[in-house]
């Protein structure tokens, strides 16, 4: 009788490396935005060790173009653009998580109750209507005007629009699945109806949320820069994207890095939320994996 050698430790170790490569391979999307999302974390979160102060304010050295010293130059009032940048990256980051969790949570909540309750369900539906009737941009304008502006308003003012598009995919995900056989036979066991929810329904919901949070993070990030750039958004002495373009709109063209810079930053932080969305997408959902 032969002997099976045990795996050497090289071996062993080569297996998550060539896993790795399987998943890189088959998944270039997902790995390029969140290879591109995680630098910007990571910059975000690192901001007081390797950006100067954002608010300094230092008129003697106003316009400056990019240089060893100041590698994103400065602006009109002497601020440094690379701190600004830096630090604008924690504000869109923050309200777009924020904008996703927040959605997604309660629009999982109020999704499943629509659709498994039909009597909650036309309540729901119309309200989601209304809402859907509102444009986004004007309502945050408005949440914004009556109250001060704070990262906590911009928050609540850009989550309110993004329910109905979570309400209708949870719902429309609800009314498919409470009609399986798995379903109706937890219902004929006598399994009760919180169960039958968090147990059997709510599973087949999670993996269009995870890409549909990436959407929203997304469009999240571009309309508090929208808001920022009209005035409407974070104040303008909060280091923000939005803020900074506006700011420096009229010396565009004597000073060009005081807007592309923050402008190439926001660009890439949505193109690698929409990356790794697409990518998720793709793997989530069972005959796209098929053919891939």
Known sequence: MTAIPAPTAAATSARPLARFGRFARRNPTVLLGAAILIFFLGVAIAAPLIAGDPMLKLPTRRLQPP?????????????????????GARVSLIVGFSVAAISILVGLVIGLFAGYYRWF????????????????????IAMVALNQGSIAIVVAAIAIPELPRVVRLVRSIVLSVRELPFVEAAIACGARTPRILLRHITPSTIAPLVVQATYICASAILVEASLSFLGAGVPPEVPSWGNMIASSRLYLARAPWTIFCPAIALALVVLAVNLLGDGLRDRLDPRLSRRL
């Open 121 to 140: 369900d036309n309540i729901v539906m119309r309200l989601m209507d209304g809402l859907m009737a509102i444009p986004a941009i004007l309502l945050a």
């Open 67 to 87: 240089s060893p010293e100041l590698w994103f130059g400065t602006d009109h009032l002497g601020q440094d653009v690379f701190a600004r940048t830096v630090y």
